[in-house]
């Protein structure tokens, strides 16, 4: 029922930038949040930033100042603005939509993932 998308990834150089986007469909009771965290091979899933709707936002100590997050609560959707990527931040970018009163209670969503590669 639930279902979110990412699009918006790519190849960019060291340096580039890219602008990431997501929308979710489906009913998410109490949705508070939606955000994104990234995954590459041998690594578990990190944390890089969510936004919330009362319009606050957090980042991760490693693009904070570089990437910037962006929500529509109304349409479902976020944003991640990616400035100044290095080499490391070459991964799948996940999605995530968190909701406070879902069938099962607490409960967060994910999409499939968009594959950001930077390379020179």
């Known amino acids: 029922q639930v279902q979110l998308v990412e699009s918006g990834g790519g190849l960019v150089r060291p340096g580039g930038s890219l602008r990431l986007s997501c929308v979710a469909s489906?009913?998410?009771?109490?949705?508070?949040?939606m955000g994104w965290y990234r995954q590459v091979v041998g690594r578990q899933r990190e944390f890089i930033a969510t936004?919330?709707?009362?319009?606050?936002?957090d980042y991760a100590d490693s693009v904070k100042g570089r990437f910037t997050i962006s929500g529509d609560f109304v349409n479902k959707t976020v944003y991640l603005q990616l400035n100044s990527l290095k080499l490391e931040g070459a991964a799948v970018y996940y999605c995530?939509?968190?909701?406070?009163?879902?069938?099962?209670?607490?409960?967060?969503?994910w999409g499939q993932g968009t594959q950001v590669t930077v390379s020179s």
């Open positions: 489906g009913k998410i009771g109490g949705l508070y949040a």
């Open positions: 995530s939509a968190e909701g406070l009163r879902t069938n099962d209670g607490p409960r967060q969503y």
């Open positions: 936004s919330t709707n009362r319009d606050t936002t």
